[in-house]
């Protein structure tokens, strides 16, 4: 038998060789069997075949035959296809230990093997496939007469064009790709390359069920070159159908069978849908394996995958500079995918788009399918994180943590992969999979491109109903974001030319380091500058991931990590709990981390959207009482501080307006308008003061000292911050301390309770300073004369006083249309008078008041252009150059 074995080796080997002048059977012809001359095919060499082109119904397989195939008619390949298809199930039964063993005698497996590679040789040989393909092989394969003919042309012609072909002989190719794929001895040009190889690689390996086939692919790296390309080649043949990928087939039969039953083999829609579900519950990881091989042959090559071959070859062209046949590229080529994926929102046909979207997502999945990024990070893969299981981005994940630790080429690879899946739910797979139950219940509309469901997802987080593993994984993604601005990709888009302008020289990053917080930080003290409106609202919104997570703050967290440990170890970040646990010890941080916190309140002064819990107390307040505000310059803040002397004001609401206003008081920086108005003059007059960077109060005081040295800018929000200190005036408060004696025996004693009502103290005093004015003799102290008078320009007497008799005449109006049932006040929503309105005598009435008020104004303003006299007593205050 071995004997026979090695005679029929050679002569296989003569035949690929195009020695096709030897045309005797691969095996030596049974004793009784019957021997005839073919030539279906007239350009081919006539063919002696024996058993009318099937196995000896007598030799190694009769056991087989007897038991299995005793109704096949022998002829044409019945037996051989017949004892094929037990060998088929008998290496199925090898993995389903549960089904009744079908035996196959190594004997008789050979005796197939021989037989069918014998036949491919010569297509006369074949009879089945010479009829078959006789009209196909004529149209399509006739180039004998040029190149003269060789062993195995013509059935490699026909391979080569099967879409072209008619059903019957395309069925007969197709038993042929079987045949080969199942044993490469079967594929003549794949045995004559590669069979140097397997004898050295792949010694003692079992022919058949496509063994050595894949112990080559195992072994890609040291195959010679012709050997490689045609394992290439075949694989790219057999791309199509699932039965074709042997070792697939059989490793995973169970799984088609459960999963993907109702889809029909070819267009590679079988390896698809295993593909798709290889992730499901009840799929069996020897199978997840293959299919993962799979994948990681397709992202190596484009072209084994046929339906992106097919579907993209436009768009190939198009985008990624290539001019030629897709199949003459150099194997494994895996730029065009990369290039695919680069440009992936500008293909123009949607079928692609999904297509390589779907490669993104298996890139972002599993290190093995992401070519330049498994290669970069082979040897850090290796030292770092050899024992992570691939999948679900573990082994990306592991190479993240480590980044300090990675070589040049890996972090920069990796880099550059984090900032092209920063772009896409779809590419952030532990967050996609974490918050499956989240996307569907809060962002089911919302597309998935341009970081949109990712930013639905930040929205949304704080929600009762969003699970904390989901929460966790968007936190992460937050402070991923935040460590540098090309990971943000919505902020990196709107942005890029404001960056380009104002910050472009903050950060230089290369060979894959991050730019840290700096660019972030940079846009942040630059917004003012910012010209496009897109990239204000991302660099509000990182602001609100900021003040919501001290982690966000990169440079903060850096600088507050001590503080952290030592003061806030078991506060949960998020909410903004953090800074205001790192807040409530201001006087024991160390310096660096009060400098970083202070930034931060000074980005939060300037948009009550940066106060997460003003925010959260004063809801209502801010709905009933400045709904027709817009954020920022602190105009929300303000519009509130000016209502919460109102009835309806939440106590809440005014407590955590109140310390606000007081926490103002210590440095003039968290005071915006302020600290616009009056920058020049700290520069030119407080300097030292500002470089003391205390929280007593030192500039507002020093500004205060300099009062009629300021412009009027200056002095008008000086004089609006001092007003407001009164406002909510407070023993011991940093800026009005001065007055605590004057307020006590000068208020308090008669009226105990005043402090307890905004703006009672300060009208107040605004009273002791006019009567000391009119009566000549100070009633206050000069310190706090001083303070009173800065707090004059808007007249603090005049502003209350105007507050309370609005107040009265609302009252008053309210009475009279309720005594006369006449309308005359207009009230919005929540029954807050907006408007007069007059009518019948009541509008009579009002003009008549006019022209009197009118006549009035008149007359003063005679009397003040000539210089008259006003008959009402008043006492000028002159106030002095310099300090007081």
């Given at each position: 038998?071995?004997?026979?074995?090695?005679?029929?080796?050679?002569?296989?080997?003569?035949?690929?060789?195009?020695?096709?002048?030897?045309?005797?059977?691969?095996?030596?012809?049974?004793?009784?069997?019957?021997?005839?001359?073919?030539?279906?095919?007239?350009?081919?060499?006539?063919?002696?075949?024996?058993?009318?082109?099937?196995?000896?119904?007598?030799?190694?397989?009769?056991?087989?035959i007897?038991?299995?195939?005793?109704?096949?008619?022998?002829?044409?390949?019945a037996?051989?296809?017949?004892?094929?298809?037990?060998?088929?199930?008998?290496?199925?039964?090898?993995?389903?230990?549960?089904?009744?063993?079908?035996?196959v005698?190594?004997?008789?497996?050979?005796?197939?093997?021989?037989?069918?590679?014998?036949r491919?040789?010569?297509?006369?040989?074949?009879?089945?496939?010479?009829?078959?393909?006789?009209?196909?092989?004529?149209?399509?394969?006739?180039?004998?007469?040029?190149?003269?003919?060789?062993?195995?042309?013509?059935?490699?012609?026909?391979?080569?064009?099967?879409?072209?072909?008619?059903?019957?002989?395309?069925?007969?190719?197709?038993?042929?790709?079987?045949?080969?794929?199942?044993?490469?001895?079967?594929?003549?040009?794949?045995?004559?390359?590669?069979?140097?190889?397997?004898?050295?690689?792949?010694?003692?390996?079992?022919?058949?069920?496509?063994?050595?086939?894949?112990?080559?692919?195992?072994?890609?790296?040291?195959?010679?070159?012709?050997?490689?390309?045609?394992?290439?080649?075949?694989?790219?043949?057999?791309?199509?159908?699932?039965?074709?990928?042997?070792?697939?087939?059989?490793?995973?039969?169970?799984?088609?069978?459960?999963?993907?039953s109702?889809?029909?083999?070819?267009?590679?829609?079988?390896?698809?849908?295993?593909?798709?579900?290889?992730?499901?519950?009840?799929?069996?990881?020897?199978?997840r394996?293959?299919?993962?091989?799979?994948?990681?042959?397709?992202?190596?090559?484009?072209?084994?995958?046929?339906?992106?071959?097919?579907t993209?070859?436009?768009?190939?062209?198009?985008?990624?500079?290539?001019?030629?046949?897709?199949d003459?590229?150099?194997?494994?080529?895996?730029?065009?995918?990369?290039?695919?994926?680069?440009?992936?929102?500008?293909?123009?046909?949607?079928?692609?788009?999904?297509?390589?979207?779907?490669?993104?997502?298996?890139?972002?999945?599993?290190?093995?399918f992401?070519?330049?990024?498994?290669?970069?990070?082979?040897?850090?893969?290796?030292?770092?994180?050899?024992?992570?299981?691939?999948?679900?981005?573990r082994?990306?994940?592991?190479?993240?943590?480590?980044?300090?630790?990675?070589?040049?080429?890996?972090?920069?690879?990796?880099?550059?992969?984090?900032?092209?899946?920063?772009?896409?739910?779809?590419?952030?797979?532990?967050?996609?999979?974490?918050?499956?139950?989240?996307?569907?219940?809060?962002?089911?509309?919302?597309?998935h491109g341009?970081?949109?469901?990712?930013?639905?997802?930040?929205?949304?987080?704080?929600?009762?109903?969003?699970?904390?593993?989901?929460?966790?994984?968007?936190?992460?993604?937050?402070?991923?974001?935040?460590?540098?601005?090309?990971?943000?990709?919505?902020?990196?888009?709107?942005?890029?030319?404001?960056?380009s302008?104002?910050?472009?020289?903050?950060?230089?990053?290369?060979?894959?380091?991050?730019?840290?917080?700096?660019?972030?930080?940079?846009?942040?003290?630059?917004?003012?500058?910012?010209?496009?409106?897109?990239?204000?609202?991302e660099?509000?919104?990182?602001?609100?991931?900021?003040?919501?997570?001290?982690?966000?703050?990169?440079?903060?967290?850096?600088?507050?990590?001590?503080?952290?440990?030592?003061?806030?170890?078991?506060?949960?970040?998020?909410e903004?709990?953090?800074?205001?646990?790192?807040?409530?010890?201001?006087?024991?941080?160390?310096?660096?981390?009060?400098?970083?916190?202070?930034?931060?309140?000074?980005?939060?002064?300037?948009?009550?959207?940066?106060?997460?819990?003003?925010?959260?107390?004063?809801?209502?307040?801010?709905?009933?009482?400045?709904?027709?505000?817009?954020?920022?310059?602190?105009?929300?803040?303000?519009?509130?501080?000016?209502?919460?002397?109102?009835?309806?004001?939440?106590?809440?609401c005014?407590?955590?307006?109140?310390?606000?206003?007081?926490?103002?008081?210590?440095?003039?920086?968290?005071?915006?308008?302020?600290?616009?108005?009056?920058?020049?003059?700290?520069t030119?007059?407080?300097?030292?003061?500002?470089?003391?960077?205390?929280?007593?109060?030192?500039?507002?005081?020093c500004?205060?000292?300099?009062?009629?040295?300021?412009?009027?800018?200056?002095?008008?929000?000086?004089?609006?911050?001092?007003?407001?200190?009164?406002?909510?005036?407070?023993?011991?408060?940093?800026?009005?301390?001065?007055?605590?004696?004057?307020?006590?025996?000068?208020?308090?004693?008669?009226?105990?309770?005043?402090?307890?009502?905004?703006?009672?103290?300060?009208?107040?005093?605004?009273?002791?300073?006019?009567?000391?004015?009119?009566?000549?003799?100070?009633?206050?102290?000069?310190?706090?004369?001083?303070?009173?008078?800065?707090?004059?320009?808007?007249n603090?007497?005049?502003?209350?006083?105007?507050?309370?008799?609005?107040?009265?005449?609302?009252?008053?109006?309210?009475?009279?249309?309720?005594?006369?049932?006449l309308?005359?006040?207009?009230?919005?929503?929540?029954?807050n008078?907006?408007d007069?309105?007059?009518?019948?005598?009541t509008?009579?009435?009002?003009?008549?008041?006019?022209?009197?008020?009118?006549?009035?104004?008149?007359?003063v303003?005679?009397?003040?252009?000539?210089?008259?006299?006003?008959?009402?007593?008043?006492?000028?205050?002159?106030?002095?150059?310099?300090?007081?």
């Open positions: 038998m071995q004997r026979r074995v090695l005679l029929l080796a050679a002569l296989v080997g003569a035949l690929v060789c195009g020695a096709h002048a030897q045309e005797a059977g691969a095996a030596t012809p049974a004793k009784n069997a019957s021997t005839k001359t073919v030539q279906e095919i007239d350009f081919a060499p006539a063919a002696e075949v024996v058993n009318n082109d099937d196995i000896d119904p007598t030799g190694n397989c009769l056991p087989e007897t038991k299995h195939c005793n109704d096949t008619q022998a002829g044409e390949g037996l051989a296809d017949c004892v094929s298809d037990l060998i088929a199930e008998a290496e199925v039964q090898d993995l389903e230990s549960d089904s009744d063993p079908v035996d005698t190594d004997a008789c497996r050979e005796e197939v093997y021989q037989y069918k590679i014998s491919n040789a010569n297509i006369n040989r074949n009879i089945p496939l010479a009829k078959a393909c006789k009209v196909d092989a004529d149209k399509h394969c006739n180039i004998t007469w040029f190149f003269g003919y060789k062993s195995g042309q013509i059935i490699s012609c026909l391979r080569e064009i099967k879409e072209l072909l008619a059903p019957a002989c395309a069925k007969q190719i197709f038993k042929l790709q079987m045949d080969a794929a199942t044993d490469f001895r079967a594929d003549p040009q794949l045995y004559e390359s590669c069979k140097d190889d397997a004898a050295t690689l792949c010694q003692g390996v079992k022919y058949g069920g496509g063994r050595v086939q894949a112990c080559l692919r195992d072994k890609r790296m040291q195959l010679s070159w012709s050997c490689e390309e045609q394992l290439f080649r075949q694989e790219l043949e057999d791309a199509d159908d699932i039965r074709l990928s042997v070792r697939l087939y059989t490793r995973c039969i169970r799984e088609k069978r459960k999963f993907c109702e889809v029909e083999p070819g267009s590679a829609k079988v390896k698809d849908c295993l593909e798709s579900h290889r992730n499901d519950e009840g799929f069996s990881s020897d199978c394996e293959q299919v993962n091989t799979m994948i990681e042959q397709r992202v190596r090559d484009f072209r084994l995958d046929s339906r992106l071959r097919t993209c070859e436009s768009d190939i062209y198009n985008m990624c500079a290539f001019f030629g046949d897709v003459t590229l150099d194997t494994e080529d895996t730029s065009v995918i990369r290039c695919l994926q680069d440009y992936m929102n500008e293909i123009s046909s949607p079928a692609c788009r999904s297509l390589v979207r779907k490669y993104k997502e298996l890139a972002s999945e599993d290190i093995r992401d070519v330049p990024l498994a290669e970069a990070c082979y040897e850090d893969r290796q030292r770092l994180c050899a024992g992570v299981q691939p999948g679900s981005a082994v990306i994940r592991c190479l993240t943590n480590g980044r300090d630790k990675l070589s040049t080429l890996c972090r920069a690879t990796l880099f550059d992969e984090e900032v092209r899946f920063s772009e896409n739910i779809d590419f952030q797979y532990p967050m996609k999979m974490a918050c499956a139950k989240e996307l569907k219940m809060f962002c089911k509309d919302v597309p341009e970081a949109r469901a990712i930013r639905c997802l930040q929205d949304k987080k704080e929600d009762a109903d969003f699970s904390k593993e989901c929460r966790k994984h968007v936190e992460e993604y937050e402070a991923e974001a935040s460590s540098d601005y090309r990971l943000n990709y919505r902020l990196s888009k709107s942005c890029r030319d404001d960056i302008a104002l910050c472009s020289s903050v950060c230089s990053a290369e060979d894959g380091q991050t730019c840290g917080g700096t660019v972030l930080r940079c846009l942040t003290e630059r917004k003012d500058e910012i010209k496009n409106d897109a990239c204000q609202q660099v509000l919104y990182f602001e609100k991931m900021e003040v919501s997570n001290f982690n966000n703050d990169v440079i903060l967290a850096a600088a507050c990590r001590t503080d952290v440990q030592q003061f806030c170890a078991d506060i949960l970040p998020g903004g709990r953090m800074h205001e646990c790192l807040r409530s010890h201001r006087a024991q941080l160390s310096d660096s981390c009060r400098r970083e916190e202070l930034l931060l309140e000074e980005q939060e002064a300037e948009n009550v959207e940066l106060r997460p819990g003003l925010l959260r107390v004063c809801r209502s307040e801010r709905r009933a009482f400045c709904s027709m505000v817009s954020p920022g310059q602190a105009r929300v803040f303000r519009c509130l501080a000016e209502k919460m002397g109102d009835p309806d004001f939440g106590d809440a005014r407590k955590e307006i109140t310390t606000k206003l007081l926490r103002r008081q210590a440095n003039w920086k968290l005071d915006p308008s302020l600290r616009k108005a009056c920058k020049p003059a700290v030119e007059l407080c300097a030292t003061e500002d470089a003391a960077n205390s929280e007593e109060g030192l500039v507002y005081k500004l205060a000292h300099h009062y009629m040295d300021v412009d009027e800018g200056c002095q008008k929000e000086l004089g609006r911050a001092v007003h407001m200190a009164f406002y909510v005036w407070q023993p011991d408060a940093i800026l009005t301390s001065e007055c605590d004696a004057d307020v006590k025996t000068l208020c308090l004693a008669s009226r105990p309770n005043m402090a307890s009502t905004p703006g009672a103290v300060g009208q107040c005093l605004a009273s002791k300073l006019e009567e000391g004015s009119k009566s000549g003799t100070s009633l206050l102290s000069d310190k706090c004369i001083a303070l009173v008078d800065v707090a004059e320009p808007p603090m007497k005049q502003a209350f006083e105007a507050s309370l008799t609005v107040a009265l005449l609302q009252s008053q109006l309210s009475a009279v249309e309720s005594r006369t049932g309308t005359m006040l207009k009230r919005d929503n929540q029954g008078a907006q007069l309105t007059l009518t019948g005598w509008a009579l009435l009002g003009i008549a008041s006019m022209v009197l008020l009118v006549a009035f104004g008149v007359n303003a005679y009397k003040r252009y000539r210089g008259l006299p006003d008959q009402s007593g008043y006492t000028l205050v002159v106030k002095g150059k310099g300090g007081r």
